[in-house]
T-cell receptor, first 112, second 115 residues
C-alpha cells in the first residue's frame, strides 16, 4: 500500500486552464502539506493543513487553493494556469510536529 | 537569507568509498530539527536521517550518519561504502522551533557514484 499517493503523476495542460491534483495518505497522520519543486530542484512549502485546518499559507498566488475534506486528503486546485506554474508538486504528510515528512511521488505539471 | 546552505552542487564518488555532503544552517532558535532527504532520478523524496538540536549523539541510520556540529551550525551527511544506487540528489532541510510545521530545504547536492 502506498503511504502517500497523489494523482495524476503527469499533468500537461494549456495556459488559462483549471486543474486539480489529489493527495491521500493512509498513515493516519494529522498534518499534510503541498510543496513545489521548481526547475532548479528548489523545494518550497506552499500550504500545510493540520486536522483539516489551514496552518501554513506561504506567499502563493490565490489561484492556488488547497482543500482538505478530511485528515487523510489534501487536494490542490489551480485556476488560470500560467507558464510559471510548471513544476513538480509534492504532497507530504507527518504525524506530529518535528517529525519526518512522508512524500508522495510528485505531480509533474507542464503548462504549455 | 538562506536558512539552509548546501555549497556542493555536484559530487562524484567511487563505489565503496565514503562521501560527505555539506550542510550549514542559520537559525536563532534553540530547538530545531535537521533532516536529510534523497531524491533519485525517479523523482520521489526519501527520508534518510534526522538530528534534533538537543540530541547529544550524532544520528546514524545504516550507512548514513550525520556529523552534527552545533557550534558551527553544520549538519553534514556521511554516506559510507557508496553504492551505485546512491546516485541521486540529496537535500538538507531544517524545521525551526516548536511550533513550525514547515521544513526549509537547501538547494541540494547531486551525487554520482562511479563503478
Amino acid at each position: 500500500d502506498t503511504a502517500v499517493s497523489q494523482t495524476p503523476k503527469y499533468l500537461v495542460t494549456q495556459m488559462g486552464n483549471d486543474k486539480s491534483i489529489k493527495c491521500e495518505q493512509n498513515l493516519g497522520h494529522d498534518t499534510m502539506y503541498w510543496y513545489k519543486q521548481d526547475s532548479k530542484k528548489f523545494l518550497k512549502i506552499m500550504f500545510s493543513y493540520n486536522n483539516k485546518e489551514l496552518i501554513i499559507n506561504e506567499t502563493v498566488p490565490n489561484r492556488f487553493s488547497p482543500k482538505s475534506p478530511d485528515k487523510a486528503h489534501l487536494n490542490l486546485h489551480i485556476n488560470s494556469l500560467e507558464l510559471g506554474d510548471s513544476a513538480v508538486y509534492f504532497c507530504a504528510s507527518s504525524q506530529d510536529l518535528g517529525e519526518k515528512l512522508f512524500f508522495g511521488s510528485g505531480t509533474q505539471l507542464s503548462v504549455l | 537569507a538562506q536558512k539552509i546552505t548546501q555549497t556542493q552542487p555536484g559530487m562524484f564518488v567511487q563505489e565503496k568509498e565514503a562521501v560527505t555532503l555539506d550542510c550549514t544552517y542559520d537559525t536563532s532558535d534553540q530547538s530545531y530539527g535537521l533532516f536529510w532527504y534523497k531524491q533519485p532520478s525517479s523523482g520521489e523524496m526519501i527520508f534518510l536521517i534526522y538530528q534534533g538540536s538537543y540530541d547529544e549523539q550524532n544520528a546514524t541510520e545504516g550507512r548514513y550518519s550525520l556529523n552534527f556540529q552545533k557550534a558551527r551550525k553544520s549538519a553534514n551527511l556521511v554516506i559510507s561504502a557508496s553504492q551505485l544506487g546512491d546516485s541521486a540528489m540529496y537535500f538538507c532541510a531544517m524545521r525551526e522551533g516548536f511550533n513550525d510545521y514547515k521544513l526549509s530545504f537547501g538547494a541540494g547536492t547531486t551525487v554520482t557514484v562511479r563503478a
